[in-house]
């Protein structure tokens, strides 16, 4: 992935540009106007454009240039961090042929109401956009099923945004206490603590204690 | 119905015949796998040639509920995982006894996450917990043993199991 | 040389003692293991104990649902050519009694049945889809 910041406006004139990928260097000129920049980090090409300026270019480098196999379709939360614009969707794309792939990045305003769909250039978008939905919440208009994939259908929130905590909201502590009661099974509420066993061992008090009562090594 | 009302009292026979039930139990555990993740491996392992299981007992491996006693929950239990492993062991038919296999299993293990259930045994009674990540299979088969122990401790009229 | 058997335990000699006594195993161990696991066994009220089994999920549709004849059609056909190759293992035994007068009527009941197969390939049974 690429450590270098993004840049979100061109480079000024007279910076040293990094080598171009050939894709971009054969996108025609109406497409690289969209185009904000491009960056490489370990022979990795990216390319940054605002949403939905991606739909155009990756239907260009779909149909034009040959990049058949979608890798996969993601985003990245930058809340937090002194962007612009919240999210970027980012597509890997890739040509079989001769091996090359590149990165889409789509710069996406937390306001904007959707994005584009690319189902209908690959197919393995559906799924790919079913899995940054239900992990950001974004949504891809067009995409003929947007569902809930890898969280549970009815699960209030879009875990991996940045503003959710990573241990979540006690959606986990959901399910009923199935136990044996007498000649029946039931199921009662859950106790009150998380687990048995562990329980309060990340505490600083139980870390001081241990280290206070274990014998200092024999000799 | 019991087995002190059928002999009149306990007396030295139910004993010999509590131990006898209990010896047949114990020796023929039929495990039901329930293997999510990487401990499912090594209970894969411990299933087969070199660290055999069925030299204890435990050979009917069947991955149905409704033919088995033992159920070894091995590996991570995620939220959507859940429902489905409580409905599992419901179907078993008593006796059953649970195994909690692996530090995700028991606890969570590393993975304290909005999605994994911080061990199993919140929302379904364990018997035996393994530690690891992932346990050796001898440490699965020390389990079972200590299932087994638990096993030949019952009694049948206890209530334990509704009778 | 007194040859003579106990009429006692004369039934013991013929063969149908030995399927009697089969009969009465199977019958006894069938029994036991009811009693034993209605007299032994622990009962627990559940009532997701009876539900159907689908791997853990709630059930996706019926399993009343009507399948394909297709599985009739291939049961009918392996019953009628595995009768006629019953029909042919004792013929084997006793081939050779039978001479060649025998192998003539064998052969015509082959040549009847493989008359039916070919019947059967060109109406298209044979073919599963």
């Known amino acids: ?219 | 119905m019991g087995l002190e009302s059928l002999f009149g009292g306990e007396g030295f026979l139910t004993t010999k015949i509590n131990d006898l039930v209990n010896w047949a139990r114990k020796s023929a555990l039929w495990p039901m796998p329930f293997g999510t993740a990487c401990c499912a491996i090594e209970m894969m392992a411990t299933f087969s040639g070199r660290y055999d299981i069925s030299r204890f007992g435990a050979e009917v491996v069947r991955f149905s509920p409704r033919q088995s006693d033992l159920l070894i929950v091995s590996g991570r239990i995620s939220l959507k995982m859940m429902p489905v492993l409580q409905k599992i062991y419901r179907q078993m038919p008593e006796p059953k006894w649970v195994i909690s296999m692996g530090a995700c299993a028991s606890c969570g293990g590393v993975f304290d996450t909005y999605t994994l259930i911080q061990g199993v045994d919140q929302f379904i009674p364990v018997d035996v917990y393994v530690p690891g990540c992932p346990p050796r299979p001898e440490s699965l088969l020390d389990a079972v043993f200590e299932v087994q122990k638990i096993v030949q401790e019952e009694r049948l009229d206890s209530g334990k199991h509704g009778r | 040389m007194n040859l003579s058997v106990d009429p006692a335990l004369a039934a013991a000699n013929t063969d149908l003692f030995g399927l009697a006594v089969y009969a009465a195993v199977a019958l006894t161990v069938g029994v036991a293991l009811l009693v034993l696991s209605e007299l032994l066994g622990p009962r627990r009220r559940d009532p997701e104990k009876s539900t159907i089994y689908e791997c853990g999920v709630p059930l996706f549709d019926s399993a009343r649902e009507p399948f394909t004849i297709k599985f009739y059609l291939v049961a009918i056909l392996f019953i009628l050519f595995d009768i006629e190759t019953v029909f042919l293992i004792p013929y084997a035994v006793v081939y050779e009694d039978l001479g060649i007068v025998g192998l003539f009527e064998m052969g015509v009941f082959l040549l009847v049945l493989a008359g039916g197969l070919v019947y059967c390939w060109r109406r298209g049974a044979l073919e599963w889809d």
């Open chain 1, 1 to 219: 992935m690429a450590a270098d910041p993004a840049p979100a406006i061109p480079a000024a004139p007279g910076d040293v540009a990094p080598p171009r990928h050939p894709a971009r260097k054969a996108l025609p000129s109406p497409l690289d106007l969209l185009v904000l920049g491009e960056t490489v980090h370990a022979g990795q090409h990216a390319i940054f454009v605002r949403s939905p300026a991606q739909r155009p270019i990756l239907e260009h480098l779909r149909r034009a240039q040959g990049f058949d196999f979608l890798k996969d379709v993601t985003a990245i939360d930058l809340l937090g961090r002194d962007e612009a614009e919240r999210f970027q969707v980012i597509y890997i794309v890739h040509r079989l042929a001769d091996g090359s792939t590149l990165r889409v990045h789509a710069w996406l305003p937390e306001e904007a109401d959707s994005v584009p769909s690319v189902f209908d250039l690959w197919d393995s978008a559906r799924w790919g956009e079913r899995e940054t939905h239900d992990m950001f919440g974004i949504v891809f208009a067009g995409n003929p099923d947007l569902r809930r994939f890898l969280m549970p259908e009815d699960y209030p929130a879009f875990p991996l945004l940045k503003d959710y905590p990573l241990t979540g909201r006690g959606e986990r502590r959901q399910f009923p206490l199935v136990r044996p009661r007498g000649d029946e099974m039931v199921e009662e509420a859950p106790l009150p603590y998380p687990t048995s066993i562990g329980r309060g061992m990340h505490t600083p008090e139980y870390i001081e204690e241990v280290k206070r009562e274990s014998k200092p090594k024999p000799g």
